[in-house]
């Protein structure tokens, strides 16, 4: 079987930098708005070239991140004739296996198939757009299911359009009203610090939709909070004195990363968690967020568990 990458993307070229004996060959990688002629040493080809294949002798695999390219590529495959694991699969089904392998080893943490089957059904159709890695939404599903009775609220900060929170919120919220908070500027990112990426400014990835609509998504969860602001000075309006089961921070940058650990590490109960989006990246990607992780937990005695399957790091509170 010959494989062909579809979509340059970081989690590509992470995957291509792993030294594993079960990773596989790519024979090429498709990308039509590329205008590179290799990645790491990998020939880039546009999307025509799969009229030179001959159809189940090759299998494509999606690298895009994104909600929206995800289900444009489906969407153009489907039309070229294929199908779900007839012809292409995405990247979170090439990483499933040693995924788990490594949440069960690092976090002793089972994972249930059916909850990854919600979170690649959800991410690719929900009108709702979502930038987090299917694997990534996958966990926080899990780490949200895992704290449901235990005392804590929930807070995600960085939530772009809301698309994660929303589909933790539709699927546990039929079991349990724990308090959700949503904390965004709504506006895009805060001005970036000299260890974030030269590319980004303030402003970037604000959200297309109007503030009004994302209000109207989360209306009808009476236990949701919209908090629209910056971090740190938006932390103003929460409660002082409440405690959190689950924390995801999705903002990206160095400064937030620092300022959104320090309001709520010790607000964490023991036995919850620290979930952080973009802790792992390609060389020139939001590497703050790893930096200020490991300056604030230097001292804290905390384990930091990573994967860059989903790019993520999680931090399990044990004192």
Same mark, same amino acid.
């Given at each position: 079987?010959?494989?062909?990458?579809?979509?340059?993307?970081?989690?590509?070229?992470?995957?291509?930098?792993?030294?594993?004996?079960?990773?596989?060959?790519?024979?090429?990688?498709?990308?039509?708005?590329?205008?590179?002629?290799?990645?790491?040493?990998?020939?880039?080809?546009?999307?025509?070239?799969?009229?030179?294949?001959?159809?189940?002798?090759?299998? !494509?695999? @999606?690298? #895009?991140?994104?909600?929206?390219?995800?289900?444009?590529? /489906?969407?153009?495959? =489907?039309?070229?004739?294929? *199908?779900?694991?007839?012809?292409?699969?995405?990247?979170?089904?090439?990483?499933?296996?040693?995924?788990?392998?490594?949440?069960?080893?690092?976090?002793?943490?089972?994972?249930?198939?059916?909850?990854?089957?919600?979170?690649?059904?959800?991410?690719?159709?929900?009108?709702?757009?979502?930038?987090?890695?299917?694997?990534?939404?996958?966990?926080?599903?899990?780490?949200?299911?895992?704290?449901?009775?235990?005392?804590?609220?929930?807070?995600?900060?960085?939530?772009?359009?809301?698309?994660?929170?929303?589909?933790?919120?539709?699927?546990?919220?039929?079991?349990?009203?724990?308090?959700?908070?949503?904390?965004?500027?709504?506006?895009?990112?805060?001005?970036?610090?000299?260890?974030?990426?030269?590319?980004?400014?303030?402003?970037? !990835?604000? @959200?297309? #939709?109007?503030?009004?609509?994302?209000?109207?998504?989360? /209306?009808?969860?009476? =236990?949701?909070?919209?908090? *629209?602001?910056?971090?740190?000075?938006?932390?103003?309006?929460?409660?002082?004195?409440?405690?959190?089961?689950?924390?995801?921070?999705?903002?990206?940058?160095?400064?937030?990363?620092?300022?959104?650990?320090?309001?709520?590490?010790?607000?964490?109960?023991?036995?919850?968690?620290?979930?952080?989006?973009?802790?792992?990246?390609?060389?020139?990607?939001?590497?703050?967020?790893?930096?200020?992780?490991?300056?604030?937990?230097?001292?804290?005695?905390?384990?930091?568990?990573?994967?860059?399957?989903?790019?993520?790091?999680?931090?399990?509170?044990?004192?």
């Amino acid at each position: 079987m010959k494989y062909i990458a579809w979509g340059i993307s970081k989690l590509l070229m992470m995957y291509l930098d792993q030294d594993t004996e079960k990773k596989i060959t790519f024979s090429y990688c498709i990308d039509d708005f590329s205008k590179e002629e290799y990645l790491r040493g990998i020939p880039i080809k546009k999307s025509l070239s799969l009229d030179e294949e001959m159809k189940n002798e090759y299998c !494509l695999v @999606i690298f #895009a991140v994104s909600s929206h390219s995800l289900f444009q590529i /489906k969407k153009k495959l =489907n039309k070229m004739g294929l *199908k779900y694991k007839e012809g292409y699969i995405f990247y979170s089904d090439l990483f499933y296996e040693t995924f788990i392998e490594k949440i069960v080893e690092r976090l002793n943490l089972n994972l249930n198939p059916a909850i990854y089957s919600y979170a690649l059904s959800f991410t690719l159709n929900s009108q709702t757009p979502m930038q987090t890695t299917i694997l990534g939404t996958w966990l926080f599903l899990e780490l949200f299911n895992k704290v449901k009775n235990i005392d804590g609220s929930i807070a995600e900060i960085g939530a772009f359009h809301g698309g994660n929170a929303l589909s933790a919120l539709l699927f546990m919220n039929h079991h349990q009203k724990k308090p959700f908070h949503i904390i965004d500027s709504f506006e895009g990112f805060s001005a970036p610090s000299h260890f974030d990426p030269a590319r980004v400014k303030k402003g970037d !990835l604000s @959200i297309e #939709a109007p503030y009004e609509e994302i209000i109207d998504t989360f /209306k009808p969860f009476s =236990n949701v909070k919209l908090y *629209k602001g910056f971090v740190p000075d938006i932390f103003s309006e929460l409660n002082p004195e409440e405690r959190y089961s689950l924390v995801f921070y999705d903002c990206d940058l160095y400064q937030p990363a620092l300022d959104a650990y320090a309001y709520f590490w010790d607000k964490i109960i023991p036995g919850g968690y620290l979930l952080i989006h973009d802790y792992e990246t390609e060389q020139g990607g939001f590497e703050g967020v790893k930096k200020a992780t490991i300056e604030f937990f230097a001292d804290k005695n905390q384990e930091v568990f990573s994967f860059y399957e989903n790019t993520m790091a999680i931090i399990h509170k044990n004192h």
